[in-house]
């Protein structure tokens, strides 16, 4: 099967500029599937309430890549996802659409337990315009597996990943998760933050 090659939107990489179609009045609920519909790919696929395809991350290279594309259905690109080199516990750089010129839209940076206050914090969230006043979000480990929460710096959840389950309590498996978004928040910056997770986790 011949390689979906990812298409790069015209958008600026500035935070001020960004005005994102991703942002609903009511809760989103979507189901992601940890494989990529791409053979012989890594990835995921994302899907709305409707059982539409909404995200997918592609990556034709090795498990755990360096460098990763949150697409939308078409094979637009979302966000590039980049990890810096020579960093001890991990960093990594968004950057609106394709590409990893200019500023970092945002930036994730990994917590090490043994310097963190929080021993459930895994990692640190900034945009890219709001550095100096400390970390915008946190993703915080809920349970042993692969369940986390996103919040903001009031400490107000906004995002929440667990297994997905039937209405009879039954687990789909390790690889299909359930993502809760609050209303009014970016889904598809969210979803970009579930990326860099299995990035951490070696899912992706």
């Known amino acids: 099967m011949a390689k979906i090659h990812p298409e790069t939107l015209k958008n600026s990489n500035s935070p001020s ?14 189901t992601i599937w940890m494989k990529s ?15 539409e395809i909404v995200f ?14 949150l697409m939308d259905l078409y094979g637009q690109v979302l966000f590039s ?4 080199k020579l960093r001890l516990f991990g960093r990594w750089n968004g ?15 990994r917590n090490c337990k043994y310097f963190s ?6 990692c640190n969230v900034n945009l890219g315009c709001e550095k ?37 309590g039954f687990g789909y498996g390790d690889d299909v998760l359930t993502l809760e978004v609050e209303p009014h928040v970016d ?6 933050l579930v990326t860099v997770c299995g990035l951490i986790k070696r899912r992706l």
């Open 56 to 69: 997918r991350v592609d990556n034709y290279q090795e498990t755990n890549s360096n460098e990763v594309f």
């Open 37 to 51: 519909l791409v053979f012989h790919g890594n990835g995921c696929t994302v899907f709305d309430s409707k059982g």
């Open 117 to 122: 206050r929080s021993e459930d914090v895994i």
């Open 132 to 168: 100096s006043i400390g970390s915008c979000y946190k993703i915080q480990q809920t349970d042993k597996k692969s369940s986390f929460k996103v919040s903001d710096s009031a400490g107000q959840v906004v995002a929440e990943v667990k297994q997905k389950e039937s209405s009879l």
């Open 95 to 109: 950057y609106l659409s394709g590409g990893f010129k200019g500023k970092p839209w945002f930036q994730v940076r």
């Open 187 to 192: 889904y598809s910056f969210i979803m970009a």
């Open 17 to 30: 500029c960004f005005s994102s179609p991703y942002v609903t009045s009511t809760r989103e609920i979507f």
């Open 81 to 84: 996802i980049k990890k810096e």
